[in-house]
């Protein structure tokens, strides 16, 4: 990978070598033993040409350092000029870079490059959705583990580039009691304790669905409870009940239509799978200059 390209990639909160195994499962996915055999039999090795990746519909941006990555793998001579940035709101016909390089290479990656960088954008897209609908409220929205597999980074990333936060990475950043967290261990104060002890620096997050629920769960030392399935009037009675000092989050069948409403009860975070595993793609294309 290009260093120029690795930095960004970087400033970006990207692993670069991640990236870059990435990139390489999925052309080697795509290309088998032969190749790209209809772009090795009608364009000869040494051929050059430009082509413009090109949005066909409105969205937010996001990933274009790893189509950078993606569309000079083949070629590290490619030159590339980047049009728009991650996180900009792009419209219908707007260029997101132009690439000069051998047209070979070029079309091989093609829809290698596109994959990532629609899927990556229709997740910033829905993202941007819920924080225009959340702003002034006070709350924000939450990505969760529901991903892609394999693309957790990447749609994670995208999250952050339409404005959301991510609620963590995996399950070895933050300690999240569950429900059946909670009866395997005889209960919310239990299962509160056996973390603590195992784990005395990790954050720990629990999950509550009544007021006498989050209750406990604070006598017992959480100072962040996720309110699953609760009513805008329930989350307001657990605002009350905890108070300011416990960090909130409504979750569970949220929908962009009442996000606000629920941001308004006072919850500091709505958490919402779907800005990942139900965000459609960005229709964006890389259309080849004629000559």
Known sequence: MRAEYAAQLSAAGLDPDWVAELVDRCL???????????????????????????????????????????????????????????????????????????????????????????????????????????EGTGAQVLDTRKTTPGLRALEKYAVRCGGGTNKRLGLYDVAMVKDNHVVAAGGVAPAYAAVRRSYPDIDIQVEVSTVEMAREAVAAGASFLLCDNMSPDLLRQVVTAVGPGVQLEATGGLTLERGREYAETGVHYLSVGALTHSASIVDIAMDLRGS
Do not use: H
Request: proline residues 2%; negative net charge.
């Open 28 to 134: 080697t996915e795509d290309l088998g033993e032969r190749g790209d055999v209809t772009s090795i039999a009608t364009i000869p090795a040494e051929s050059r040409g430009t082509a413009d990746v090109v949005l066909r519909a409105d969205g937010v941006l996001a990933g274009v350092p790893v189509a950078c990555a993606v569309l000079s793998a083949l070629d590290v001579d490619a030159e590339i000029d980047v049009r728009a940035t991650d996180g900009q709101r792009v419209g219908g016909g707007d260029v997101v870079l132009t690439v000069t390089g051998r047209v070979r290479q070029l079309l091989t990656v093609e829809r290698t490059m596109l994959n990532l960088l629609c899927r990556a954008s229709g997740v910033a897209t829905v993202t941007r959705a819920w924080a225009d609908a959340l």
